[in-house]
């Protein structure tokens, strides 16, 4: 649904914008998409600073960004840490009030950072994207429609050639976000709980949205996305097996409206008797795997208890259409 620009007071972002990149093997698109990003920082021309985080790869990244790109500061993992420990790792040395996280499969347009930058003025903004078009599945991920169907809370992107105002978000997709920096770090970062990657984005917007901070579209500004070219490189039975589990994880630790948690709760009973039936391992390793982590879970939803503004329902119906 469109969304009116002003709910909360405002405040100056003028001073300053730090970018996150996190980097696994990414040689070859470090080379072909970092340009973009200096190059639109620098025609912004506000200050700012990029910090690329290294995990732990085996290519020629680190040389490439130390030859190549010596204004941006590099920071390498010691062993492979995954997305979010990657991610947290700049985001925590960051020193500006806006933090962008820029995946290296992405390319950005000169024009990025100024639409993005002018919703941080409103209080009550938590995190903007821009028009991030997939092209190969013809999708527009910077519009993310909250969905509820089969017992889980679905983002639904919007079609490629989609026009919409700027509007509520379900969640901003990590490959290309800009987040108010104090928000994010009073949420905690990114949850590892979801190491090695998928749904930290989706986890901290939402939990943000239970605070009354909201995700927001900006259509003013565009970038591409080459879709997931590091995850793409793992095979397909992992990483069906970690979407399932942080897939049950998110929903363990962000449902609390009681009807949707017992639908939640039957159509997961309901599959784990069935999916034998078709020899879904992946699903019942998942399970299992997320059950592992119930403790955490358990600590984590009594820590966010105190601080829930706003319900699952009321989240859904808010970012549930506006495009055409």
Not at 82 to 94: E, H, K, M, P, Y
Not at 297 to 315: A, M, S, W
Request: glycine share 8%; hydrophobic share 40%; aromatic share 12%.
């Amino acid at each position: 649904m469109p969304v009116v620009e002003s709910a909360g007071e405002t405040k100056s972002y003028s001073h300053g914008v730090s970018v996150v990149i996190p980097n696994y093997n990414g040689a070859a698109l470090l080379r072909e998409n970092l340009p973009s990003v200096i190059d639109a920082f620098a025609c912004w021309g506000g200050p700012h600073e990029i910090i690329v985080v290294d995990d732990c790869s085996s290519d020629e990244s680190t040389k490439i960004l130390a030859e190549d790109f010596p204004t941006v500061q590099v920071l390498v993992n010691a062993r492979n840490q995954g997305f979010s420990r990657t991610c947290n790792r700049g985001l925590a040395v960051a020193r500006y009030p806006v933090l962008f996280c820029i995946n290296t499969d992405v390319r950005v347009q000169s024009d990025l950072v100024a639409p993005l930058l002018r919703h941080f003025s409103d209080s009550s903004v938590f995190a903007v994207t821009p028009a991030i078009l997939a092209e190969r599945e013809g999708k527009n991920q910077g519009i993310v429609d909250g969905l509820y169907g089969k017992g889980f809370i679905k983002g639904g992107f919007a079609p490629l050639d989609a026009v919409s105002p700027v509007r509520e978000n379900l969640y901003a997709i990590g490959a290309c976000v800009a987040y108010d920096r104090e928000k994010f770090r009073s949420l905690g970062g990114y949850n590892e709980i979801f190491t090695p990657y998928l749904f930290e984005d989706v986890d901290i917007s939402y939990r943000a949205w239970k605070r009354g901070w909201r995700s927001l579209y900006e259509p003013g500004a565009t970038v591409f996305h080459y879709n997931s070219a590091t995850i793409l490189q793992a095979g397909k039975r992992r990483k069906r097996t970690i979407y399932f589990r942080n897939r049950f994880l998110f929903h363990w630790l962000n449902l609390t409206d009681p009807g949707l948690m017992a639908m939640n709760c039957l159509y997961t009973v309901f599959r784990l008797a069935v999916s034998f039936l078709w020899l879904d391992l992946p699903y019942y390793r998942a399970f299992w795997g997320a059950l592992k982590s119930l403790r955490h879970v358990i600590v984590q939803r009594r820590d966010l208890k105190p601080f829930r503004v706003l319900g699952d329902r009321e989240i859904l119906r808010r970012t549930s259409g506006g495009i055409s």
